[in-house]
DNA sequence: ATCTTATTTAGCGAAATTGCTAAATAAGAT
DNA sequence: ATCTTATTTAGCAATTTCGCTAAATAAGAT
């Protein structure tokens, strides 16, 4: 379960536009347009989403969205993996599947408490 | 369905301690602590949730929640009703049910899409 | 060893956020 | 009309965030 002060980094790293479009396109693989399929696999990792070609995306200077990547990392939100001298970035889908269920069960439990108290009256 | 620039506002908005405290105990109850459902009903209203009871919770001034709460409004998070000179303070669960449901399709349409690329090797 | 490519770190300034107190507003009670 | 209670608005200072450029680091290529 994630404590309080990881749900806040969480909120707090998708508090903002440019992380916020980071966040989606990694989840939605909105980076990944360039992967030519058609090619050898061995040539798709060199396509892949890293830290310029994210970069690329926005108006932005790359040590920008590199400071923003390492807030999504430190929020957990994506894994970002070295080789060699390029960094690949994926989503966590656990944490944001946990962070679904938070908000689940939230409303669930809200629904339920709504219910007894109404019934008091 | 709820559009990019109000997903940033509500993110912004739980990504500081005092507001998601308060979002959270708006949610659960937690500043219902005082009703007496002993007493009668009528005399119920004048425990609830208003915009000092919140604030006593925190050593922060009243100005300062007020504050807060302006913005968890304004992100829909909450909803505010005024009633005679108090300002009542209930949670929206259909913005956090929402929420929850966007990070659901996310996390589902993730894994398809991931489930798509490793069948291409 | 040097060059190139990919990324991060450092340091700076502008803008936003977050706290405060004092004053303004709104509504009920005397 | 004045007092009290509940809340917001205004204006200010401290801190954080967010952008930049320049420099540092890391690793592969020549």
């Known amino acids: 379960m994630l404590d309080m002060k990881q749900k806040i ?15 989606k396109n990694v989840f939605t693989g909105g ?7 058609s090619k050898p696999s061995e040539d798709i990792i ?3 989403t890293c830290v310029s070609t ?5 108006d932005f200077a790359l040590p920008t969205i590199s400071r ?31 962070l679904a ?9 809200y629904n339920e408490n709504t219910y007894q108290f109404d019934n008091t009256n």
Chains 1, 2 share one sequence.
């Open 31 to 37: 980076y990944a347009c360039s992967i030519d399929k």
């Open 101 to 109: 269920k938070c908000f689940s069960t939230l409303v669930e439990n």
């Open 46 to 48: 060199a396509q892949a």
């Open 68 to 98: 923003h990547l390492k807030e999504l990392k430190d929020a957990d939100i994506i894994i970002m993996t070295k080789i060699s001298n390029k960094i690949y970035i994926k989503p966590n889908p656990q944490i944001i599947e946990e």
């Open 9 to 23: 980094k969480i909120f707090k790293a998708l508090g903002n536009e440019t992380r916020f479009k980071i966040f």
């Open 54 to 58: 994210i970069a690329e995306h926005f």
